[in-house]
């Protein structure tokens, strides 16, 4: 099993910034793509970006440009920076992995899932 704990949620203000983390635990070693996710109210989940076990990112189309994701294998840890903010970028933030070497961007191909945390933008 793996677990998976996210922080740095909050309120930003519009054009503000946030870093999220994201804390793996357990069976670390059968993991082998981490992404974030998110989900607005009445939307659905939907992919942000994901990093393999070699460091190979992939944005979402929409999210490339602002949205950074990166991993600090020493700490078992995928972070995700967002910068410049958009009210629309407001929804809550997961964290997921899978053992797969190759996934698609559909939420069910992950494995394990964190909690969520909760980001909103507004003034």
């Known amino acids: 099993q793996v677990q998976l704990v996210e922080s740095g949620g909050g309120l930003v203000q519009p054009g503000g910034s946030l870093r999220l983390s994201c804390a793996a635990s357990?069976?670390?070693?059968?993991?082998?793509?981490q992404a974030w996710y998110r989900q607005a109210p009445g939307k659905q989940r939907e992919l942000v970006a994901n990093i393999n076990s070699s460091g190979a990112i992939r944005y979402a189309y929409s999210m490339k440009g602002r949205f950074t994701i990166s991993r600090d294998n020493a700490k078992n840890t995928v972070y995700l920076q967002m910068n410049s903010l958009k009210p629309e970028d407001t929804a809550v933030y997961y964290c997921?992995?899978?053992?797969?070497?190759?996934?698609?961007?559909?939420?069910?191909?992950?494995?394990?899932w964190g909690q969520g945390t909760q980001v909103t933008v507004s003034s």
């Open positions: 997921a992995a899978v053992r797969s070497v190759v996934v698609d961007p559909r939420p069910s191909s992950y494995d394990y």
């Open positions: 357990g069976s670390i070693f059968s993991i082998h793509i």
